[in-house]
């Protein structure tokens, strides 16, 4: 298996500007989660779906932030107006969630707002 | 509230010797903990798990260890190879599908 598939693997932008950040999950696994890992707060779970339905949002930061998952081998995580305080590296994980509640994550996407 | 923690934010050993990381977790309805490795630029890897009804659990050159009675994770690796340098993060379920991590430990291994 190719194990998580994030894209794109680094992104600068500028301030103000739509950010989209893609993931698709290992092939039959029911759980997706995206998080954000920066030097100061460390690895933050911002959403997580299961069966495509998201479960658990809270800790996506603000209304800039959103996420979807229109099928089972595909998510996004989009900002809207990107801010320099969003830059971190982004990883995607994902899980079976009938076993044992490992999640495999992705090799992440490094995000710079300038 | 939830919180996972490691012990020391940095540790270094000689390579060929034995490593221990040390973890603490304050949930005591946590049922499940796994250990991860993320080396430089690259995406936390998953080392070894292990449920709350089991104190120990060992895999290839890894051994971890559960002390529910202080709440008290620790990694062990044996024979230590450069290859192993990396931040290591412990991990706690606290009954739902979220994971909580710690802080990570940084290993260097010297040579």
């Known amino acids: 298996d190719a194990g998580v598939i994030q894209s794109p693997r680094h992104e600068v932008t500028e301030m103000g500007q739509e950010v989209t950040l893609r993931c698709k999950p290992i092939?039959?696994?029911?759980?997706l989660f995206w998080y954000r890992q920066t030097m100061m707060r460390g690895l933050e779970l911002l959403i997580y779906?299961?069966?495509?339905?998201?479960?658990?949002d809270s800790g996506m930061p603000e209304d800039r932030f959103s996420a979807k998952m229109p099928n089972a081998s595909f998510s996004t995580l989009k900002i809207q107006p990107s801010e320099p305080r969003d830059s971190a590296v982004y990883f995607c994980?994902?899980?079976?969630?009938?076993?044992?509640?490992?999640?495999?994550f992705g090799p992440g996407t490094r995000l710079l707002v300038l | 509230g939830e919180s996972v923690g490691l012990h020391l934010p940095t540790l270094s050993v000689q390579e060929g010797d034995n490593s221990i990381i040390n973890c603490a977790y304050s949930?005591?309805?946590?049922?499940?903990f796994i250990w991860y490795k993320q080396e430089s630029g690259k995406g936390p890897q998953f080392i070894i798990d292990?449920?709350?009804?089991?104190d120990k659990r060992q895999g290839q050159r890894v051994t971890v260890l559960l002390n529910k009675t202080v709440k008290h994770l620790s990694l062990q690796i044996a024979a230590t190879q450069p290859g192993d340098s990396a931040v290591y993060f412990c991990?706690?379920?606290?009954?739902?599908?979220?994971?909580?991590f710690g802080t990570g430990t940084r290993l260097t291994i010297i040579p």
């Open positions: 779906f299961n069966n495509n339905v998201p479960i658990d």
């Open positions: 991990a706690a379920n606290f009954g739902n599908e979220k994971l909580t």
């Open positions: 292990i449920r709350s009804n089991m």
């Open positions: 092939s039959g696994h029911n759980s």
């Open positions: 994980a994902s899980s079976l969630r009938d076993s044992q509640e490992t999640q495999y």
């Open positions: 949930n005591s309805a946590s049922d499940y």
